[in-house]
């Protein structure tokens, strides 16, 4: 079923995230997750990743032991206007011990700043990580960028155009991707509640639209959703899959059963999930 042809009622109910049952359980999980993690391993928190940052341009870094270490930068979700990589610190001890770094970062937020705003500021982060891994152990040459929900398309906005040069950076800076949740057409939030925040109108809804703005390098990717997501976070994972994949990306999609919204962000820390193992697969 195509979004347009959806009633709006029920295609603003597609997209009621907060509509998820269980939600609020999952959430203070991984909090609690990630509060124990911050007291049983070390890590660097609250970097600035732009000169004269605000609170929202920090991240943290989570470092193996290994000298050279690959990075893998996670860009928590919220709809673009709420939450933290606080929360999204607990992945680190599934990725750590198996020698990666592991970056949650966080971003300025809407209505503060336009989309515009927050997409720079993960191009951003990356381009502070390009420069500076080496000095806490990683290489800058294995970045690799994950994401769930807005963090989904904004690892996806990390695929998009051919922004590296503009950024000074070379253009496979990113050398692999997982959205995850993601949103990769924005035109039918228009009448959607989260864009009383976003403030969206057509010309910038397309612009951030990633299925209209591939890169001309082909960065291997993981598209992947939960299998018990609404249709339309379904169809938007599915229809961007098919569109690198068109493209000659490499890329895999998945909808992992029996997951939603929120609990496909735990299977990041579950070395028995299929979402876990391709992840590892891509960077080992």
């Known amino acids: 079923m195509r979004w347009q042809d959806y009633p709006l009622e029920e295609l603003r109910r597609q997209y009621l995230t907060n509509l998820t049952p269980g939600m609020g359980d999952h959430v203070r999980r991984y909090e609690e997750l990630s509060d124990e993690l911050v007291r049983t391993m070390p890590g660097k928190l609250d970097i600035a990743y732009r000169d004269a940052a605000g609170p929202r341009q920090m991240l943290d870094i989570f470092t193996p032991d290994t000298r050279g270490a690959p990075i893998l930068v996670f860009i928590h979700g919220g709809y673009w206007f709420f939450n933290s990589k606080d929360p999204r610190r607990f992945p680190a001890r599934e990725f750590v011990p198996r020698g990666i770094a592991w970056v949650p970062i966080n971003y300025r ?117 939960g299998g018990n997501e609404s249709a339309e976070f379904r169809r938007q994972t599915a229809a961007y899959a098919d569109i690198l994949d068109e493209a000659g990306y490499p890329v895999t999609h998945m909808e992992v059963a029996g997951h939603d919204h929120f609990s496909i962000i735990g299977e990041l820390a579950n070395p028995e999930s299929p979402l876990f193992r391709a992840v590892i697969g891509m960077i080992v």
Not at 136 to 161: F, K
Not at 201 to 213: G, K, M, N, Q, T
């Open 109 to 225: 937020l809407a209505p503060t700043v336009p989309m515009s705003g927050i997409v720079a500021d993960v191009r951003n982060a990356v381009k502070w990580l390009y420069r500076h891994a080496a000095e806490y152990g990683c290489d800058p040459e294995r970045i690799y960028v994950s994401g769930n929900s807005a963090g989904g398309h904004l690892t996806a906005e990390l695929l998009s155009d051919d922004w590296p040069e503009q950024y000074g950076l070379p253009a496979d800076v990113v050398k692999g991707a997982c959205a995850i949740s993601g949103l990769y057409e924005l035109e039918p939030l228009l009448e959607c509640e989260p864009n009383e925040k976003l403030r969206l109108d057509l010309e910038s809804a397309r612009r951030h639209s990633p299925i209209y703005h591939l890169s001309g390098q082909a960065t291997p990717s993981i598209i992947a959703c």
